[in-house]
């Protein structure tokens, strides 16, 4: 690990302040589950840390009329556990209990997450050529071993996938992110914050390099007490998603579908929300046979590699779960 310099702003406006003046390779650190391995195995190398995990304006959990608003320094643990989130955003609950061990929840924070580096092998490994790592030393997966890479958004030059739990669940939810940095605040909708590779794989969201989450914002809809998240992998114990799926739904009186809404994890270089599913679920009752078409609509675009295209099938079959058990859940 190579040395760096340190800092721990006492506020928000001395953290923009020091962003404002930090030097190239600075980094925000938070909870610092991803950035502590990244720095220890080499692939990360900030020149600064700029610590701001004790910054209470960051913490604060709020439920207005309309909206659920999380600070972005609030830990994982304390959104899973929150007796008002769990009943209305079913969803988001069930998407950090199966995100990480309990170790983990309680230190990791829900800016951090948002922004998680990929797991992809090759990215971690700095020995391994990686676009998104090293621009233009070619994509291993490419030849390599793609078991785990992305069937959706993937580009030439990278198919790493986003691993995050907690954002496909905000992004079926129509979330919005508020940023600030030297140049004022700004929101971003969740649909948003992400980009894929394209031509720079080391691109992974909008936000410039001085800019810093500080509230995640989610509408209350009636969709959140009607939702899950389904999450597959390989092993029960806090493995990264093979599949996932966020979905909400309202089912009327006369069972019929009014609102719909499915995001999928673990398949997409970023978080996938699945308009044209949705859309196939409005307006007739909730059917198995509907529930698996709209699993075939979301991956209808899946380009597999060579060792992944089990996923398509296994990810129709994990939005079809997930849309009966919401479905459930809407009519209780």
Request: hydrophobic content about 45%; charged content about 25%; glycine content about 10%.
């Amino acid at each position: 690990m190579k040395p760096f310099a340190y800092t721990a702003p006492s506020s928000v406006d001395a953290v923009v302040e020091a962003l404002r003046v930090a030097q190239p390779g600075t980094k925000i650190l938070a909870g610092g589950t991803t950035l502590y391995d990244l720095m220890k195995l080499g692939v990360e190398a900030p020149s600064a840390v700029i610590d701001v995990h004790r910054l209470p304006e960051l913490t604060g959990i709020s439920v207005t009329d309309s909206e659920l608003v999380l600070g972005a320094g609030v830990r994982m643990a304390d959104v899973s556990d929150h007796p008002v989130i769990r009943p209305s955003y079913t969803a988001l609950a069930e998407s950090i209990w199966r995100a990480a061990s309990q170790q983990l929840r309680n230190m990791a924070t829900l800016g951090g997450n948002l922004l998680q580096r990929t797991r992809c092998g090759y990215f971690r490994d700095a020995d391994m050529p990686c676009n998104k790592r090293n621009p233009g030393s070619g994509c291993a997966a490419m030849e390599g071993v793609d078991r785990p890479h992305a069937l959706l958004g993937a580009s030439s030059l990278c198919s790493a996938t986003y691993a995050g739990d907690f954002a496909i669940a905000l992004l079926a939810f129509d979330a919005v992110v508020d940023v600030v940095g030297p140049r004022g605040e700004r929101s971003i909708p969740l649909a948003e914050l992400h980009v894929e590779p394209g031509e720079d794989p080391r691109r992974e969201h909008v936000l410039d390099v001085d800019e810093l989450i500080v509230r995640i914002r989610v509408p209350l809809t009636e969709a959140g007490r009607g939702s899950t998240y389904l999450k597959i992998r390989d092993r029960e114990s806090y493995a990264f998603a093979l599949a996932s799926a966020a979905v909400g739904l309202v089912i009327d009186g006369a069972g019929i579908v009014t609102e719909s809404r499915i995001a999928l994890g673990g398949v997409a270089t970023r978080p996938w929300r699945a308009v044209e599913a949705e859309q196939s679920l409005l307006g007739q009752p909730l059917t198995a046979a509907a529930a698996r078409r709209a699993g075939e609509i979301a991956f209808a675009a899946a380009r597999p590699g060579r060792t992944n295209e089990f996923r398509i099938e296994l990810g129709i079959r994990t939005v079809a779960d997930a849309v009966r058990t919401a479905g459930e859940r809407a009519v209780r």
